[in-house]
């Protein structure tokens, strides 16, 4: 007995913690250094598993030789016959190989920070409630040098209205840089190899069933390259994939008894395929779709402040409606689709609203800027246009800030507390 005790203590530690799947297809010129940000990590409780998508260049021999240097550490394996399946197949056979309680995957041309699955582990070691974690990334080019002019690539979904609706709009997790309880993931189906953007619908399902945290710090460079799947991506093609994804969403929300199944988040999905099929250039599928989301949820009617954020999703600047747009434009279609519909006193409010939010991009660049006399101008006109919009903070803030000045507003948010509650706690 005492001899079994002590073998399955030596199984035990020699099991690794974090299983990596690293997909691997026709970066000979990356991979190398993928695989050494791997090994140089400061948590080393690991394995490491390439999964090789029928490379054609040297990229299978590079990850077999580095599995030669460290064979208890790396394995590489490829599909039967040595066949290209793609990213999603290439991704669930390294998640159906991997044994550790945590896990991640790394794409064969992106970078790790050294802190990154260390730090990762110990935040959900200290939150059970959690079944994943991710972070921000910042974007390289394929000569490894950092693009900081395209920001920072990553969101923070867990900021209201929630993870699930925010992941629907798009998909905004930078998938190298999660870390799962592998537990939480089989609870799921796979990701759909049918689907080009298999990770977007797999981050919406995964959101839907389990609480999902952010740190905001950067941990992995992703690097840009000609070869990107989501690169240069002509419009009617990009919407197809997109409406494949919805489409797949619709059916997971039917049966699968999860937050996808709440009647504003079915409407939200099928918001989204009105605005894909538009963009398809298929209006009649986009009008079938925008009645659809009133039937699946009637309280969207009195909700004119979440139907304009929907649109504001879909263009990140409004249509000037007052400048007369081409009546094709997304925003004008929608509009005079709900006047058909006979939804037109809900078309005014949200015209009305639309109207106002088109002078806050002015009034944001003319914030950060510091001119406060021409943005108190484009204020006080949205806030006329839109009278609601003076319940939004942001707005709100702009407008004080902008009527005494940007020191004593910081004084003011700076200042500590000193109410009641903080005096009695």
């Not at 069933?209 to 000609?226: D, E, K, N, T």
């Amino acid at each position: 007995m005492k001899q079994e005790w002590e073998r399955s203590q030596i199984c035990m530690l020699d099991q690794p913690k974090v299983s990596v799947t690293v997909p691997s297809y026709n970066h000979a010129r990356f991979l190398p250094a993928t695989i050494e940000s791997l090994l140089a990590q400061t948590y080393q409780n690991l394995e490491i598993i390439i999964v090789d998508d029928g490379s054609t260049d040297d990229s299978l021999q590079i990850a077999e030789q580095y599995a030669a240097r460290h064979p208890d550490l790396i394995q590489v394996v490829t599909h039967p016959g040595h066949n290209n399946r793609g990213i999603s197949a290439t991704v669930n056979l390294g998640f159906q190989l991997a044994t550790g309680p945590y896990w991640c995957g790394l794409p064969s041309d992106d970078l790790l920070h050294p802190l990154k699955i260390a730090e990762q582990v110990a935040f959900l070691e200290r939150h059970p409630e959690f079944g994943w974690v991710y972070c921000y990334a910042y974007y390289i080019d394929e000569d490894g040098k950092s693009r900081p002019e395209f920001g920072l690539f990553g969101d923070d979904v867990t900021a209201l209205p929630g993870p699930v609706e925010r992941l629907i709009h798009n998909n905004v997790i930078p998938g190298m840089t999660v870390l799962m309880r592998r537990a939480v993931v089989a609870q799921i189906e796979p990701h759909d190899e049918t689907l080009i953007y298999s990770d977007w619908d797999f981050w919406v399902r995964l959101a839907a069933r389990h609480r999902v945290a952010f740190q905001p710090r950067v941990r992995v460079r992703y690097r840009l390259h000609s070869g990107n799947t989501s690169v240069g991506i002509k419009q009617a093609i990009n919407a197809d994939r997109a409406i494949k994804v919805m489409e797949k969403l619709q059916r997971a929300a039917i049966t699968s008894g999860s937050a996808l199944a709440r009647s504003r988040v079915r409407a939200l999905i099928e918001l989204q395929l009105t605005y894909y099929f538009h963009r398809a250039d298929n209006e009649y599928e986009a009008q079938k779709h925008l009645a659809a989301a009133f039937v699946l949820d009637p309280s969207l009617r009195d909700d004119v402040r979440y139907f304009v954020r929907w649109l504001k999703h879909c263009h990140r600047d409004l249509v000037l409606l007052h400048d007369r747009p081409h009546k094709t434009d997304f925003v004008p279609w929608v509009l005079a689709r709900l006047v058909e519909d006979s939804d037109r006193d809900f078309a005014q409010e949200v015209e009305r609203a639309v109207k106002g939010r088109t002078f806050r991009p002015g009034t944001e660049s003319y914030y950060r800027m510091e001119s406060y006399l021409r943005g108190r101008r484009k204020l006080m006109v949205s806030f006329f246009r839109d009278p609601r919009a003076w319940i939004d903070p942001d707005l709100l803030v702009m407008y004080v800030t902008a009527l005494i000045g940007s020191r004593l507003s910081r004084w003011l948010r700076l200042r500590p507390n000193t109410g009641t509650e903080d005096s009695s706690a």
